[in-house]
């Protein structure tokens, strides 16, 4: 008897396009003959707390709580119920008559965020950017009432996370058990509603949970307790990016109160697997990379050898199923390159499986999803990407490789042009020399608009530390062949590596800065450096001149691991100045400030001369 499967996404994940789990895991079951439906539960939520009808009972909640931080929200409570579902209609589908009556300065409320907006937006938007000028109003407006239900209805609450905060480093599961205990909050309410709805009216025997982030494993763990109390005979089980990373040693019984199963790595032989199982084919030991219950005691079953489905004979993701009309295009920064993230509707689409570097002394190298490596034809990719437009009806297209290959990113604008396929794309890559103006001029016919890449930290020293296989000048001339070719650029911006100096990250904001100055890069984000349990600093810290001091495994999730670092600055005193500087850069702004003032207190002079971008660029 064939198993009926439900895939969820649980909330929150990206608000303007379905994260892509369940679509690749829907293309793969549909392909071997299972039943299968996918539930983006995050979109259905947001889209179901951000009414009218709900915001009303958000500010009753709150009365009721007696809290009332935001008071500016407060008191303009009604315009923020009636205009709500216009704000929102307008997210999903930028009209431009209901554009004019957004930009008036009058129309939406004047919230806490709002107020900060200069009171002309023409430098940003010119006198004809009627509708960006409208959305970006329109995000801040839905982001005012985030803020009052996060302060004073639901402390979990998030646009793109949900209870991250208990999820994150939760070596122990105690405090996530004891959270799930208490009563549901007044968005938990809806989105059990909304599960039960659809629960109603249709007959499941398995249901997945993705759980690509910490700040998806609580409300995918409220949905399944849920299930178990009011289903129980439907079995449940959970895989993605969390498990995959996190839970790679899992001892404690007690999240089995509420899934059946816990997969590992890539999702299709073990939900495979697992259906056989349901349905009495197979027995435990037939079972792969899938932890269980029995006897009490967490059981990890993995058949040997694992049924290998190689990247390239996988059939496309179906994004069948989806509520595609329900997105919402968001605008809340300013600068043509980090709006990508929240504006737009993107299918995701792997070029290849892995990484073909493989190196990076900071990434979790030694797992699947970056460790091994399988590529496929670009004739097999443009099949796929012609199959998924059918299906949405949309173009863009964002490549989530954990680096495209220059090779592979070749081929597939050559075939794209060839076989006249019109897409717009952007992806991830390594700034390698192998991204010539000629490659670039290429990719950019094709409909490559814009790359991300790791600059991480812009000092020579670190960077042969961290295995990058690329140093400033090379990046400085590979950001600048892209820009020149109108490829946007966006650079992942690395503090806190191990042993690196107050020198260093003052060199590498300078060289950040020259980078901007000279439009080699057009976006950049900092992240302090995080060492995780399965990176190659993480596995040998004495090597890489850091002490780790935590925390104790419980039995639970192990990935952040707590360090020391005696020989390095105190890195975390650096965050505010260089998100501070970098937020200027990025919308061109005051690069003449000495990079002193940035920060509060005194830090080394410069080393870098003016002309350091400018000398590489001329070689």
Known sequence: ????????????????????????????????GIKTTQMDLSIELFTAVFTGEFIDAIFKQADLL?????????????????????????????EV???????????????????????????????????????????????????????????????????????????????????????????????????????????????????????????????????????????????????????????????????????????????????EYIAGKIGVEGLERTYLLQNDKVVYANKLPNTIFHHKNLPAPSYVGLPHHKYLSFLDVMNPMHRMWSDGRWNKLTISHGCYWKQCSFCDVTLDYIGNYENTTADDLVNKIEKIIAETGVTGFHFVDEAAPPKMLRALANKLLERKVYITWWTNIRFEKTFSKELCALLSKSGCIAVTGGLEVASDRLLAKMKKGVDIGQVARVTKAFSEENIMVHAYLMYGFPTETAQETIDSLEVVRQLFMHNC?????????????????????????????????????????????????EHHLYSQGLNIALNNYLNHKRFDIPLSDYFDFKVPKKTHPNNFIENFLKE
């Open 97 to 275: 008559t209901a554009a004019y009556q957004i930009i008036h300065k009058d129309f939406l409320p004047h919230g806490h965020r709002r107020i900060k907006l200069e009171k002309d937006l023409s430098t940003e938007f010119g006198m004809l950017g009627i509708l960006d000028k409208a959305k970006h109003i329109a995000t801040l407006f839905v982001e005012e009432l985030g803020d009052f239900i996060n302060a004073n209805v639901d402390e979990f609450f998030s646009f793109t996370r949900y209870a991250e905060s208990i999820a994150r480093a939760a070596s122990s599961f105690d405090t996530i058990d004891e959270f799930l205990q208490y009563e549901t909050t007044l968005i938990e309410d809806e989105m059990i509603y909304i599960l039960d709805q659809h629960l109603q009216e249709n007959k499941y025997d398995l249901i997945c949970f993705t759980v690509p982030f910490p700040g998806n494993l609580f409300s995918a763990l409220r949905c399944a307790q849920f299930i178990k109390q009011e289903y129980p005979q439907i079995q449940m089980a959970m895989g993605g990016g969390y498990p995959n990373t996190e839970l790679r040693r899992l001892s404690d019984p007690r999240i089995f109160n509420y899934v059946d199963f816990i997969s590992l790595d890539d999702g299709e032989s073990p939900l495979l697997r697992i259906t």
């Open 521 to 569: 890069i057009q976006s950049g984000f900092w992240h302090q450096f995080a060492c995780t349990a399965h990176s190659p600093v993480g596995k040998n810290p004495d090597e890489f001149g850091i002490k780790v001091t935590g925390p104790k495994f419980k039995g639970f999730a192990e990935n952040d691991l707590y360090h020391e670092d005696p020989t390095g600055a």
């Open 66 to 94: 007696k809290n009332y931080d935001f008071p500016l929200v407060w008191k303009q409570k009604q315009e923020y119920i009636d205009k709500v579902d216009m704000v929102m209609n307008y997210l999903r589908v930028q």
């Open 1 to 32: 008897m064939p198993v009926n499967t439900l895939l969820i996404t649980p909330p929150f994940t990206q608000l303007n396009t379905a994260y892509p789990a369940t679509a690749y895991i829907k293309g793969f079951l549909d392909n071997k």
